[in-house]
């Protein structure tokens, strides 16, 4: 089973799981291939969604393109149930994402969300954070002062992903060289640097449901 197949399967199994919201309820959708994935799937579906409130230009297009209704955030207080990959998820439901670039605008979907169900393949799952790059999207003029900051603070090696503009006009930097053992900490230490609109990791608002595809199934596991 390659690793698309398994990111299908775990969308398919993400929909089982918002199969029983009521009509004409409203989702938060993510961003990336496995939520491409999510969003065809939903589409071929009957369910009778409402629409969904969209975390990034790239899949408000795809939703737009299947006839799915985009719910602006200004018109709803609160979403059953967000659906989203990640990068890398540890063993307290914590992840960092943001490699797709959609970093703030999943985690302010996200922060209203009841429930957060976490869709990927199962190589997303690590002992601790911090293989993979920590995205942190940057208010553009303070790129250089930042980048100082989380090296000095981190020890971490941040890279500037040269060319690369975020939906909010933003630039980002991948923090290399990390272990996170304290995700809270990180975020909030990080978000305390005047410059930073918001990082990559997930831990004040982690996942509450884990779908993660291996080739035996989907495994699902919920926050305790
Ligand atoms: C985008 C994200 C994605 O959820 C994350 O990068 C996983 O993407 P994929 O499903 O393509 O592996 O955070 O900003």
Redesign the pocket.
Same mark, same amino acid.
């Given at each position: 089973m390659n690793q698309d197949a398994l990111?299908k399967a775990a969308a398919q199994a993400a929909l089982e799981e918002i199969r029983a919201l009521a009509p004409n309820a409203i989702i938060g959708v !993510?961003? %990336?291939?496995?939520?491409n994935y999510f969003i065809d799937a939903l589409a071929h579906s009957a369910l009778p969604l409402r629409g969904a409130v969209s975390s990034?230009e790239a899949s408000s297009r795809r939703l737009a393109a299947h006839g799915i209704a985009l719910i602006s955030l200004d018109d709803i207080e609160t979403l059953p149930a967000y659906i989203?990959?990640?990068?890398e998820i540890d063993p307290g439901f914590n992840m960092i994402?943001? !490699?797709? %670039?959609?970093?703030t605008r999943?985690k302010i979907v996200a922060a209203v969300a009841q429930r957060f169900i976490c869709i990927?393949d199962a190589s997303?799952k690590v002992s601790v954070l911090g293989r993979f790059p920590l995205?942190v999207e940057v208010i553009p003029m303070a790129r250089a002062q930042v980048a100082r900051e989380i090296a000095r603070l981190t020890g971490g090696i941040p890279r500037w992903r040269e060319g690369f503009v975020t939906d909010n006009g933003n630039h980002i930097l991948d923090i290399h060289g990390l272990a996170i053992p304290n995700p809270a900490a990180l975020e909030t230490e990080l978000n305390q640097i005047t410059g930073v609109v918001t990082n990559?990791l997930f831990a004040r608002r982690g996942a509450d449901v884990l779908l993660l595809a291996a080739p035996s199934g989907v495994e699902r596991s919920e926050r305790g």
């Open positions: 990111k !993510g961003t %990336g291939s496995t939520v990034s989203d990959g990640a990068d994402k943001g !490699g797709g %670039g959609a970093l999943e990927g997303k995205p990559g």
